[in-house]
């Protein structure tokens, strides 16, 4: 069972390798890779991330702050 640090790390991986993540490619592919508990149907039918799986990285943060950040924000709700 995957949890948010490992969908964290993933899109880590994927902004090292072009340094650009579209959140509807992401939220798609992370729906594939990890399961449904970490994306929902937005107010406009779209796919997103739930907010306590995704990982805001900006380029001061990028790396392991933003992973420690994602895995705070999971064990804060609860969910893995």
């Given at each position: ?22 959140q ?49 924000s ?7």
């Open positions: 069972m995957a949890s948010a640090t490992d969908v964290a790390k993933w899109v880590v991986q994927e902004l090292n390798k072009t340094g650009y993540l579209p509807s490619d992401a939220a798609y592919d992370i729906q594939d890779k990890f399961g449904d508990e970490f994306v929902y149907d937005n107010e406009n039918g779209n796919l997103a991330i739930f907010k306590r799986s995704s990982c805001r990285i900006s380029p001061p943060h990028r790396g392991t702050g933003c992973l420690e950040s994602a895995r705070k999971m064990d804060h709700t609860g969910a893995r």
